[in-house]
């Protein structure tokens, strides 16, 4: 880091966040780790109260209406609301700068103190003084200090609030002022992201500030430990990704012991980031822990075999927009001969379920759009992030009708035994905020979902990009044609272009077409070999001259930095060419690799004259250990305590040779206009085109952005209706004469609109029956918390409960029997759950009051007495016995419970022609459900303990 930096004076891109660099004055830091916790109950928004009486009371009262309180707040309105509570906090930052590293660290004590006091609340007063000193310990620490904008990010945080905020200026940095308030209180702050190595690289790079504050914090990512994830998440403050500690929480909730529990405390605040990927996008696709189930292979096969002979119109009618297929009478009869079966409907021979699967995934699943294969394997991609989704699969068994579709293993069925939305998941953190680059646009699902307001916060510059008309043709092809046209332009010029696609296909087909113009590139998609190499792709795509296509997933992450990213470039170097010439000791491979090729001859030298005294250093085994590890962290790896200080030094002289060259090539790029996007199509919501565009002009620099579509994308052909047509029918060109008509871009924004509308009705709908499933899963989970975390007694006393309520009901339902068959039916009934049970007190023609005193008494005798039977052969046998059966009865009838559910959302869809809405009946019958599933998990639990024999 040059020593001419200052606090104010010099602006710095970092690849994380927008910042002002400072020397640190104080020398090295030795930050101490601390941990407390606390224990507090679970808030839980938004109940039905229709179940039983205890729900209101878990639950609390019904909430207001959705967007009462929530607010979508502009970036004007966010300057007004809170410019001068970050005045207050600039107040203090010449006061934080006098104090010392050892007062510093007093004044974070201090205030966690403070924090812990205001049970109900952080005071203002606090707030100001945490932001004041977390601003200036990143400064001494991690060389980042926070603009205003970044503070008042944070503010709006505090808020429970979805952060807009522009691409590149420094959501990363923006985090550390809330979650440092609550990590102070101890009670776990939960810091969430799409992936593992964006939870990686923001851990490694923020840890020094927390450690130094005092505040521990901890990392979980898909190959932690079970040891490992109960550390982290027992720290005030966890990276994590969205699915890790979804599945975390589904695993909590099988586990048998809770020593194989990792989240041991009530959640309290989480921060999401791309908080509109993981909140709207992936919530389209629940959690499934599954195990295996039936599957009928030979079936599946042959009705793949089946529909490729079938014609669509003859056979079969589709409905593009719902992705419904129905047979006509036509393709009924010839695929009843062709089978030869009398009906295709039989129960007893179901064919049904497998035609309309194997049609769904013949007309409506695509190869490279929807889903890759990958070893043998169906992976599905998230059509609006780009991202592959290892793990999750299409239920009913689609998944399997697409392998057998594309020829592959036919993957075991299975059923789910777990299984939770993102909705109802992130609902259970009673503080929730999240960040993203677009969320205006989808306020209304923020606020009605998730009861979080939107907050847009200014740039730290002007947005200096230019955002061009879209540009339509008449067909695809033309529209190809003028888009490698305009790549060809702007890469003679040298200007850098990113080109957005859709699907893996479409960026196939435009890699092909480059490739026949001569022209290099990099390509990004969910492709493992693409998918990758991600961040090194993206970091990169601001060099000169460089093309890069990629899917959605070029919207996400890492920033498009002009020039270059120095210090990506500078780890690349050092665990490719560095790396090797440390093992082989061959000069050529430092000298001739990548942009070290470009460095003055002298520089080279230098370089190579430390390489050759490094190789020489006894410590050279642990540079190469250090090296090779550095490969799966984060860009400032050498920067850690663990890096060994030759290479260290290597290191720091390696980035300043690269930064160098990257700042005559960002001065290059600027002048030529800076990045360069262009959108192959318009995607289903605008927030995906604003990610994309935004991928361009950050931090004040220049850029520009077009879209390219035609009248055959997928988006007008779907939604477009008798409205396309109209306007083609009015513009008589040719496929590559382009139509810049505002007619024509008013259309495309209306569709686009009426799209968005329309996917956000379809998930409001599937979010209004998951809410009535989510009010008995945490009725369930909370119960089966309750028993594997009592103690001893109060396990024993659930038990007598459940004997009470099972003896009063035999004792209720005996009253509908004549008086004289009474006592022979409670004798009958009560011997089946608790053998050796006397009622020899009754006689025929007692009242219900007097048997229902007498029939309590034995249960509770019965109850001692099996307890006391059981500790006979060991003390503590009956709790361990009684703990273990409640827990089977109940995860088995919960897993038959949410198949019938799934069954019942399915048949409750035609209750529409009867008049019924749907959702109503759904969630009466699903009440009438969940309360059978009660009732026989408690009788069978008191039936299946007392028939225990040691």
């Given at each position: 880091?040059?020593?001419?930096?200052?606090?104010?004076?010099?602006?710095?891109?970092?690849?994380?966040?927008?910042?002002?660099?400072?020397?640190?004055?104080?020398?090295?830091?030795?930050?101490?780790?601390?941990?407390?916790?606390?224990?507090?109950?679970?808030?839980?928004?938004?109940?039905?109260?229709?179940?039983?009486?205890?729900?209101?009371?878990?639950?609390?009262?019904?909430?207001?209406?959705?967007?009462?309180?929530?607010?979508?707040?502009?970036?004007?309105?966010?300057?007004?609301?809170?410019?001068?509570?970050?005045?207050?906090?600039?107040?203090?930052?010449?006061?934080?700068?006098?104090?010392?590293?050892?007062?510093?660290?007093?004044?974070?004590?201090?205030?966690?103190?403070?924090?812990?006091?205001?049970?109900?609340?952080?005071?203002?007063?606090?707030?100001?003084?945490?932001?004041?000193?977390?601003?200036?310990?990143?400064?001494?620490?991690?060389?980042?200090?926070?603009?205003?904008?970044?503070?008042?990010?944070?503010?709006?945080?505090?808020?429970?609030?979805?952060?807009?905020?522009?691409?590149?200026?420094?959501?990363?940095?923006?985090?550390?002022?809330?979650?440092?308030?609550?990590?102070?209180?101890?009670?776990?702050?939960?810091?969430?992201?799409?992936?593992?190595?964006?939870?990686?690289?923001?851990?490694?790079?923020?840890?020094?500030?927390?450690?130094?504050?005092?505040?521990?914090?901890?990392?979980?990512?898909?190959?932690?430990?079970?040891?490992?994830?109960?550390?982290?998440?027992?720290?005030?403050?966890?990276?994590?990704?969205?699915?890790?500690?979804?599945?975390?929480?589904?695993?909590?909730?099988?586990?048998?012991?809770?020593?194989?529990?990792?989240?041991?405390?009530?959640?309290?605040?989480?921060?999401?980031?791309?908080?509109?990927?993981?909140?709207?996008?992936?919530?389209?696709?629940?959690?499934?822990?599954?195990?295996?189930?039936?599957?009928?292979?030979?079936?599946?096969?042959?009705?793949?075999?089946?529909?490729?002979?079938?014609?669509?119109?003859?056979?079969?009618?589709?409905?593009?927009?719902?992705?419904?297929?129905?047979?006509?009478?036509?393709?009924?009869?010839?695929?009843?001969?062709?089978?030869?079966?009398?009906?295709?409907?039989?129960?007893?021979?179901?064919?049904?379920?497998?035609?309309?699967?194997?049609?769904?995934?013949?007309?409506?699943?695509?190869?490279?759009?929807?889903?890759?294969?990958?070893?043998?394997?169906?992976?599905?991609?998230?059509?609006?992030?780009?991202?592959?989704?290892?793990?999750?699969?299409?239920?009913?068994?689609?998944?399997?009708?697409?392998?057998?579709?594309?020829?592959?293993?036919?993957?075991?069925?299975?059923?789910?035994?777990?299984?939770?939305?993102?909705?109802?998941?992130?609902?259970?953190?009673?503080?929730?905020?999240?960040?993203?680059?677009?969320?205006?646009?989808?306020?209304?699902?923020?606020?009605?979902?998730?009861?979080?307001?939107?907050?847009?916060?200014?740039?730290?510059?002007?947005?200096?990009?230019?955002?061009?008309?879209?540009?339509?043709?008449?067909?695809?092809?033309?529209?190809?044609?003028?888009?490698?046209?305009?790549?060809?332009?702007?890469?003679?010029?040298?200007?850098?272009?990113?080109?957005?696609?859709?699907?893996?296909?479409?960026?196939?087909?435009?890699?092909?077409?480059?490739?026949?113009?001569?022209?290099?590139?990099?390509?990004?998609?969910?492709?493992?070999?693409?998918?990758?190499?991600?961040?090194?792709?993206?970091?990169?795509?601001?060099?000169?001259?460089?093309?890069?296509?990629?899917?959605?997933?070029?919207?996400?992450?890492?920033?498009?930095?002009?020039?270059?990213?120095?210090?990506?470039?500078?780890?690349?170097?050092?665990?490719?060419?560095?790396?090797?010439?440390?093992?082989?000791?061959?000069?050529?491979?430092?000298?001739?690799?990548?942009?070290?090729?470009?460095?003055?001859?002298?520089?080279?030298?230098?370089?190579?004259?430390?390489?050759?005294?490094?190789?020489?250093?006894?410590?050279?085994?642990?540079?190469?250990?250090?090296?090779?590890?550095?490969?799966?962290?984060?860009?400032?790896?050498?920067?850690?305590?663990?890096?060994?200080?030759?290479?260290?030094?290597?290191?720091?002289?390696?980035?300043?040779?690269?930064?160098?060259?990257?700042?005559?090539?960002?001065?290059?790029?600027?002048?030529?206009?800076?990045?360069?996007?262009?959108?192959?199509?318009?995607?289903?919501?605008?927030?995906?085109?604003?990610?994309?565009?935004?991928?361009?002009?950050?931090?004040?620099?220049?850029?520009?952005?077009?879209?390219?579509?035609?009248?055959?994308?997928?988006?007008?052909?779907?939604?477009?209706?008798?409205?396309?047509?109209?306007?083609?029918?009015?513009?008589?060109?040719?496929?590559?004469?382009?139509?810049?008509?505002?007619?024509?871009?008013?259309?495309?924004?209306?569709?686009?609109?009426?799209?968005?509308?329309?996917?956000?009705?379809?998930?409001?709908?599937?979010?209004?029956?998951?809410?009535?499933?989510?009010?008995?899963?945490?009725?369930?989970?909370?119960?089966?918390?309750?028993?594997?975390?009592?103690?001893?007694?109060?396990?024993?006393?659930?038990?007598?409960?459940?004997?009470?309520?099972?003896?009063?009901?035999?004792?209720?339902?005996?009253?509908?029997?004549?008086?004289?068959?009474r006592v022979g039916f409670l004798v009958t009934k009560l011997s089946a759950f608790f053998p050796g049970i006397l009622l020899s007190e009754l006689e025929a023609g007692n009242g219900l009051d007097r048997v229902a005193e007498v029939v309590m008494k034995q249960v509770n005798e019965s109850v001692l007495a099996k307890f006391s039977d059981l500790d006979e052969n060991r003390v503590g046998l009956a709790v361990e016995v009684a703990r273990y059966l409640a827990l089977v009865q109940l995860d088995s009838l919960w897993v038959n419970h949410i198949r019938t559910m799934d069954l019942l959302k399915d048949a409750v869809s035609f209750r529409n022609y009867g008049g019924e809405r749907p959702l109503d009946a759904y969630r009466t019958?699903?009440?009438?459900?969940?309360?059978?599933?009660?009732?026989?998990?408690?009788?069978?639990?008191?039936?299946?303990?007392?028939?225990?024999?040691?």
């Open positions: 880091m040059a020593s001419h930096l200052s606090r104010t004076s010099t602006q710095c891109v970092t690849g994380f966040v927008t910042t002002h660099l400072r020397l640190p004055r104080q020398g090295k830091l030795d930050g101490n780790t601390s941990s407390k916790v606390f224990r507090r109950p679970i808030r839980v928004a938004g109940t039905k109260a229709n179940l039983f009486g205890f729900v209101k009371q878990a639950f609390g009262p019904q909430q207001p209406s959705p967007t009462a309180g929530v607010q979508a707040v502009d970036a004007k309105d966010a300057q007004r609301r809170f410019g001068a509570r970050v005045d207050q906090v600039n107040s203090l930052e010449e006061h934080m700068e006098r104090l010392s590293l050892s007062q510093l660290r007093e004044k974070a004590s201090e205030l966690r103190n403070d924090v812990l006091r205001h049970t109900q609340g952080f005071t203002p007063e606090t707030v100001t003084q945490v932001f004041a000193l977390v601003r200036e310990v990143s400064f001494r620490t991690i060389g980042l200090r926070h603009f205003d904008v970044q503070v008042m990010a944070g503010l709006a945080i505090l808020e429970n609030s979805i952060l807009e905020m522009a691409t590149g200026e420094g959501k990363t940095l923006v985090s550390t002022l809330p979650v440092t308030i609550y990590g102070f209180l101890g009670r776990g702050a939960h810091v969430v992201t799409v992936n593992d190595y964006l939870a990686r690289r923001d851990y490694e790079l923020l840890k020094p500030v927390f450690e130094f504050l005092g505040v521990s914090v901890g990392l979980v990512v898909s190959t932690s430990s079970t040891e490992d994830r109960k550390q982290a998440y027992a720290s005030d403050v966890t990276y994590v990704t969205n699915s890790e500690l979804g599945f975390d929480y589904l695993r909590d909730h099988l586990a048998m012991k809770r020593s194989d529990q990792v989240l041991l405390r009530p959640f309290h605040f989480c921060l999401i980031d791309e908080a509109d990927s993981i909140l709207i996008d992936e919530a389209r696709t629940p959690l499934l822990i599954t195990k295996e189930g039936e599957c009928d292979a030979a079936k599946i096969r042959v009705a793949a075999g089946l529909v490729n002979v079938l014609k669509r119109g003859v056979h079969y009618e589709l409905d593009n927009k719902a992705q419904l297929v129905n047979l006509t009478d036509r393709g009924v009869s010839e695929l009843e001969a062709a089978l030869k079966v009398k009906d295709l409907f039989d129960p007893s021979n179901p064919w049904a379920p497998f035609i309309f699967n194997a049609l769904k995934s013949k007309e409506f699943y695509s190869r490279d759009q929807d889903y890759i294969v990958d070893s043998g394997k169906v992976i599905i991609i998230d059509r609006f992030t780009g991202r592959a989704l290892p793990g999750r699969r299409w239920g009913d068994g689609l998944h399997q009708s697409v392998e057998a579709k594309e020829n592959v293993e036919i993957s075991i069925g299975t059923q789910a035994i777990a299984s939770t939305s993102y909705q109802a998941f992130f609902k259970l953190f009673p503080n929730l905020s999240g960040m993203t680059g677009t969320a205006i646009s989808d306020f209304v699902e923020f606020s009605d979902i998730y009861r979080v307001g939107v907050i847009q916060i200014p740039t730290a510059l002007p947005i200096a990009r230019r955002d061009y008309p879209d540009v339509l043709f008449r067909s695809k092809q033309g529209k190809l044609n003028a888009l490698v046209k305009e790549i060809h332009r702007a890469h003679t010029q040298k200007r850098p272009v990113l080109i957005g696609t859709t699907s893996i296909s479409e960026s196939d087909e435009i890699s092909n077409l480059l490739s026949n113009e001569g022209l290099t590139y990099q390509v990004l998609n969910a492709k493992p070999e693409n998918a990758s190499k991600e961040s090194q792709i993206i970091s990169q795509a601001g060099q000169i001259g460089a093309i890069t296509i990629a899917t959605n997933m070029a919207g996400r992450g890492t920033d498009i930095e002009l020039g270059g990213n120095a210090k990506y470039l500078t780890k690349m170097i050092l665990v490719g060419p560095v790396r090797s010439y440390l093992e082989t000791g061959k000069d050529a491979d430092v000298s001739g690799s990548g942009i070290v090729s470009c460095f003055p001859k002298e520089t080279v030298q230098s370089l190579i004259d430390e390489l050759h005294a490094l190789r020489t250093k006894d410590e050279l085994l642990e540079v190469n250990a250090f090296l090779d590890e550095m490969r799966f962290s984060s860009e400032q790896s050498w920067l850690s305590p663990g890096c060994p200080s030759q290479l260290q030094d290597l290191s720091e002289m390696l980035l300043s040779f690269v930064e160098a060259s990257i700042s005559s090539q960002k001065r290059e790029v600027l002048s030529l206009g800076g990045l360069y996007v262009m959108g192959t199509e318009r995607h289903e919501a605008r927030r995906i085109d604003n990610q994309l565009r935004g991928r361009a002009g950050r931090q004040g620099d220049p850029g520009s952005s077009r879209f390219f579509i035609s009248f055959d994308d997928t988006l007008l052909q779907l939604f477009g209706g008798d409205q396309m047509k109209d306007l083609m029918s009015k513009f008589r060109v040719d496929d590559d004469t382009p139509i810049e008509n505002d007619l024509v871009a008013g259309s495309v924004d209306r569709i686009q609109e009426q799209v968005e509308d329309y996917y956000r009705g379809i998930r409001r709908r599937l979010f209004e029956f998951d809410e009535v499933m989510n009010v008995q899963r945490v009725i369930v989970y909370r119960r089966r918390s309750t028993w594997l975390n009592c103690s001893d007694d109060e396990l024993k006393d659930l038990v007598s409960e459940m004997c009470v309520k099972t003896g009063s009901d035999i004792v209720s339902s005996s009253g509908k029997k004549p008086v004289k068959e019958e699903g009440d009438r459900l969940f309360s059978e599933m009660e009732a026989v998990c408690r009788r069978n639990t008191v039936y299946s303990f007392f028939q225990y024999r040691r």
